[in-house]
């Protein structure tokens, strides 16, 4: 079982950066996709961004150009780096990993962009 945990996240003005880690609690010895889910109040949760096995990275078109996707091995973590927030970008934001037939979900963490 794969615990992932979030951090970095909370309260920025409009234009700021934030830095998102998900740890993950063990190595994982098979290929394993990352990826970055976001869930405002109200809405649905929705696809953020993605790092395959290979290091393909993928974008929602909402945020290309401003946050950037990246992985550790060595230390089981992935991030992103968001940059020039926006309110829009207010949301819960949740890492997951996929690959060995599994899904692991993290808790989630809040990143709150006030205008």
């Known amino acids: 079982q794969v615990q992932l945990r979030e951090s970095g996240g909370g309260s920025v003005q409009a234009g700021g950066s934030l830095r998102l880690s998900c740890a993950a609690s063990?190595?994982?010895?098979?290929?394993?996709?990352m990826s970055w889910f976001r869930q405002a109040p109200g809405k649905e949760r929705e696809f953020v961004s993605g790092?395959?096995?290979?290091?393909?990275?993928s974008y929602a078109d909402s945020v290309k150009g401003r946050f950037t996707i990246s992985q550790d091995n060595a230390k089981s973590t992935t991030y992103l780096q968001m940059n020039s927030l926006e309110p829009e970008d207010t949301a819960m934001y949740y890492c997951?990993?996929?690959?060995?037939?599994?899904?692991?979900w993290g808790q989630g963490i809040q990143v709150t962009v006030s205008s």
């Open positions: 790092i395959d096995s290979d290091g393909k990275t």
């Open positions: 997951l990993q996929l690959g060995c037939g599994n899904n692991y």
């Open positions: 063990t190595y994982t010895y098979c290929n394993y996709d």
